[in-house]
């Protein structure tokens, strides 16, 4: 079964960076487009990048574009997301998950399956 395990999440100051790595084992993902999701607490999951098979084409969630970097390297079998210019706004769990054949360029978290266990980003002073 596939499996994804989410790093690189930490304590980051306002205007920072960070790199989120998704990688993925027990079944191939070089087929599927994969989302980056993010959880705030008290809020509802929300999808904020996600990138097709090849990587060829790309897609953010408003409060994100022009700050967030979704790729991927289908030979390492891992997802990145590097997020700059950091906001407090930006806190919470950040998962990664495998985008449902059927859908594409799906931002919601129902067309997606095969969850990691997340991985924590606070952005604070």
């Known amino acids: 079964q596939l499996q994804f395990v989410e790093l690189g999440g930490g304590l980051v100051q306002p205007g920072g960076s960070l790199r989120l790595s998704c990688a993925a084992s027990?079944?191939?993902?070089?087929?599927?487009?994969i989302g980056w999701f993010r959880k705030a607490p008290g809020k509802e999951r929300e999808g904020v990048a996600w990138?097709?098979?090849?990587?060829?084409?790309?897609k953010y969630a408003d409060s994100v574009k022009g700050r967030f970097t979704i790729s991927r390297d289908n030979a390492k079998k891992t997802v990145y997301l590097d997020m700059n210019t950091l906001k407090f706004e930006d806190t919470g769990v950040y998962y990664c998950?495998?985008?449902?054949?059927?859908?594409?360029?799906?931002?919601?978290?129902?067309?997606?399956?095969?969850w990691g266990q997340g991985t924590q980003v606070t952005v604070s002073s």
């Open positions: 990138i097709s098979v090849s990587g060829g084409s790309t």
């Open positions: 027990g079944f191939s993902s070089d087929y599927m487009a």
């Open positions: 998950a495998a985008e449902s054949p059927s859908s594409w360029q799906s931002l919601s978290p129902i067309a997606y399956n095969y």
